[in-house]
């Protein structure tokens, strides 16, 4: 206990915590709607195109989050428009993407700073990622997506289930479709850099797979992948603290844990 | 009043890239109608329905759905695969049947609910309100979808092979629904369809489409019809 708490006397922890619970919330949230709409895919092809952009702005002297979020949303919009037309087959076209994005980037860092200890933590994950002025930007756009989210949350429930129907009826599904890829690509943005580019789409889509085995209504799947994805969070941090494991490992492996858990839960 | 249009088509071509599968196609759906659309696989039929609906522009001519613009057009298109592991219940389903452009607010109203609800004590799914829509039957299914429609479409309900993977009996209660939505609510009922026989004894009239050319008349006028007595006779 005594442990527990003289983690928090460490300013980093406690931006970490503030960031990292706020980021796996959206997560959680933008995940129920992306692991329905089978957009599973494009969470992680965001993540490596956010790796390449982290690597070619880190080489070119740009700032990190101000280069790859407009970078990661462009990439958004992209994906979300291979993964919609039917005839090129999506899932191998955002395969070919982010391993592109992902070799661009080993490529300029390699080319520039050599493989160093950043490269790793881009890839893995850090806790040291976050400064002050990134924890003030983190909290506002989180705050941002789940506003938005919440505001907008019957839309994408309706466009989630049914797109045909809802655009029948008048709702502008792509502009739903749209917001929902900007909330994402913020996410992955925000999240990556702790989490790690190979680990954020995790951050994703386990907790929507998990509360998805447990509860049968939407609203109590939201509700269950939000809390699950919070309490995960935290408790791979601590264990992180605690055991100097990885940031973004220790947290994967909660949400496996909470994933196993809810499926023996489901089966009854 | 009764001259009013739902939904109506002007000489239209449809089509996709100027390859249109239907040229010159003009009718129109008053309240009351009941329409149904049938026509060979590839004969042009969705796309028909998707111009219908504004998802695809005519190639040539006009299509005018005031029904739509007026945000009362319901309808109950083809399952996809995604929806039949959605966890929702079917409370969920149907009151997003009242999301459209216009309206945008966080809950529900009270009289939006009460609408859901007595659309449900209709279509007999009320004591299924709770369930979780992936573990019903396809007939649920599909009701559950029709009452969403029903929140959604005050004149005019359009529908996309609605017994498609339904067992006999649970085809025929369908029918037997949307005859009472058609004869006792007054709604206009437009429908796609590969069930012949049931085409012909629940429609008043028939929009055949085939490669090329269209037939638009009343079950009687079809059935005297060159391409009715053809595909109308044989299937019978």
New interface residues.
């Given amino acids: 206990m005594k442990l527990l708490l003289s983690m928090f006397a460490y300013p980093f922890i406690v931006r970490a915590f503030a960031v990292g619970a706020l980021v796996s919330l959206c997560a959680a949230l933008l995940g129920v709607p992306l692991v329905?709409?089978?957009y599973s895919m494009i969470g992680d092809g965001l993540s490596h195109v956010s790796f390449g952009a982290l690597a070619v702005a880190v080489a070119c002297g740009f700032a990190p989050l101000y280069f790859s979020i407009p970078v990661v949303v462009l990439a958004a919009f992209f994906l979300l428009r291979i993964a919609e037309n039917h005839r090129v087959s999506a899932d191998a076209a955002i395969a070919v993407l982010s391993a592109s994005a992902l070799a661009i980037g080993i490529i300029v860092t390699s080319l520039t700073t050599g493989m160093t200890t950043d490269v790793d933590s881009y890839m893995f994950g850090s806790i040291l990622a976050m400064d002050r002025t990134d924890v003030v930007l983190s909290v506002t756009l989180a705050a941002a997506v789940l506003v938005l989210f919440?505001?907008f949350?019957?839309?994408l429930?309706?466009v989630t289930?049914?797109e045909?129907?809802?655009?029948?009826?008048?709702?502008?599904v792509g502009r739903y479709k749209t917001l929902l890829s900007l909330l994402t690509a913020l996410t992955v943005v925000l999240g990556m850099r702790m989490m790690g580019a190979m680990l954020i789409s995790s951050l994703i889509i386990f907790p929507a797979l998990s509360?998805?085995r447990v509860?049968?209504?939407?609203?109590?799947?939201v509700f269950c992948a939000g809390t699950l994805s919070v309490v995960c969070f935290c408790l791979g941090l601590t264990a992180s603290y605690l055991l100097s494991t990885p940031v973004g490992a220790s947290v994967v492996l909660c949400d496996l844990a909470a994933f196993l858990i809810c499926c023996v839960i489901g089966r009854k | 009043m009764e001259n009013r249009i739902l939904l109506s088509c002007r000489d239209a071509s449809l089509g996709y890239e100027n390859e249109p599968l239907l040229e010159h196609l003009s009718f129109s759906v008053a309240p009351g109608d009941y329409v149904c659309v049938v026509g060979e696989n590839g004969s042009g039929k969705s796309t028909l329905l998707k111009s219908l609906?504004?998802?695809l522009r005519p190639l040539a001519g006009e299509i005018d759905c005031p029904a739509?613009r007026a945000?009362e057009?319901?309808?109950?298109?083809q399952q996809?695969a995604?929806?039949r592991d959605?966890?929702?219940?079917v409370e969920?389903?149907v009151?997003?049947?009242f999301?459209?452009?216009?309206t945008?607010r966080?809950f529900?109203t009270a009289a939006q609910r009460s609408a859901a609800l007595m659309h449900m004590g209709k279509l007999g799914v009320l004591e299924l309100r709770r369930?979780?829509y992936?573990?019903l039957s396809g007939g649920q299914q599909q009701r559950v979808?029709l009452c969403?429609?029903l929140c959604?479409a005050k004149e005019l309900l359009?529908l996309d092979e609605p017994v498609t993977g339904l067992d006999p009996a649970a085809a025929q209660d369908l029918y037997k629904t949307l005859r009472y939505l058609n004869e006792q609510e007054h709604l206009a009922i437009l429908m796609v369809t590969h069930d012949m026989p049931a085409a012909l004894r629940e429609a008043k009239n028939i929009l055949h489409v085939g490669k090329g050319s269209w037939f638009y008349g009343t079950v009687a006028e079809y059935l005297a019809s060159p391409v009715g007595k053809r595909f109308g006779g044989e299937r019978r």
């Fill in positions: 329905l709409k089978r919440i505001w949350y019957h839309a429930f309706a289930f049914d045909s129907f809802s655009r029948a009826t008048g709702v502008r509360a998805m509860f049968r209504s939407f609203r109590a799947v | 609906l504004g998802l739509q945000m057009l319901g309808y109950l298109p996809t995604a929806q959605f966890p929702a219940t969920e389903v009151l997003s049947g999301l459209n452009a216009r945008h966080f529900y369930r979780c992936r573990e979808l969403r429609a959604a359009i």
